[in-house]
């Protein structure tokens, strides 16, 4: 069973997507993580991550980097969203993210265009969204959490241009797949967005 989780930043859908994997015994990908890296990768180079040939570069990024803790900063998120736009750079993380999508037993995988790109064919698609004051607090405690000094004010405006900026892309914008299950979590903790989303899955493939 393949299982597409997509929706904006700080959706909650790295959470839904991480605990439907453990229920369902399957492995996961963060899709997010591969264009942060490539992000990162093209700061580290000292490229300008707007110049398609630039982030191509930097798509050869080594494995060594996902573990890298700066890819969860804000400022990698952005990174990630000015490098995404580029055809060549999805292009060139396509083939990785479809291999795991196909591998055997299924999986599950997150990010903008896994039930419209990635893997069309998934079983279970959800698109999670959240209103920004409820994506823009819960950043906001991570980044807390994690002891990165940014202000409520600044993760807000970050959030709607990245936002705007995937969602206006010519290639693979950030949209609900015509067959995704919309789950607003604005009104949600973390337990009941969970059990949401594996009745949504359940529902859709109820003898897994
Ligand atoms: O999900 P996360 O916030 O880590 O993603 C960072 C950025 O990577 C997104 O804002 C988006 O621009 C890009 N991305 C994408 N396609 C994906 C996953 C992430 O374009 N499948």
């Known amino acids: 069973m393949i299982i597409a989780v997509d929706g904006p930043t700080a959706s909650g859908k790295g959470t839904i997507a991480k605990a439907l994997a453990a229920h369902f015994g399957l492995p996961h990908l963060d899709t997010g993580l591969l264009y942060r890296a490539v992000g990162r990768q ?3 180079d000292g490229g300008n991550p707007d110049d398609s040939s630039d982030a191509l570069k930097a798509c050869a990024f080594p ?6 803790p700066e890819l969860r900063s804000e400022e990698s998120g952005g990174l990630a969203s000015r490098v995404s736009v580029h055809p060549g750079v999805r292009q060139a993380l396509y083939e990785r993210q ?3 999508a196909l591998q055997s037993g299924g999986a599950v995988l997150d990010g903008r265009d896994i039930g419209t790109v990635i893997a069309p064919e998934a079983e279970v698609k959800l698109f999670v969204v959240a209103s920004v004051p409820a994506r823009a607090e819960r950043r ?4 807390q959490a994690a002891g990165r ?4 004010a600044e993760i807000s405006a970050d ?11 010519a290639e693979a914008p950030l949209t609900a797949a015509p067959d995704a299950v919309l789950l607003d979590t604005s009104d949600l903790n973390r337990e009941a967005a969970i059990a949401a989303a594996i009745a949504i899955a359940e529902a859709k493939c109820p003898h897994s």
């Open 63 to 68: 494995d060594s980097l996902l573990d890298d």
């Open 98 to 100: 479809r291999g795991f």
């Open 140 to 143: 906001f405690r991570e980044m």
């Open 159 to 169: 959030l709607e241009a990245r936002d705007k900026r995937d969602r206006e892309r």
């Open 42 to 44: 093209c700061a580290l």
């Open 149 to 152: 000094a940014v202000s409520l």
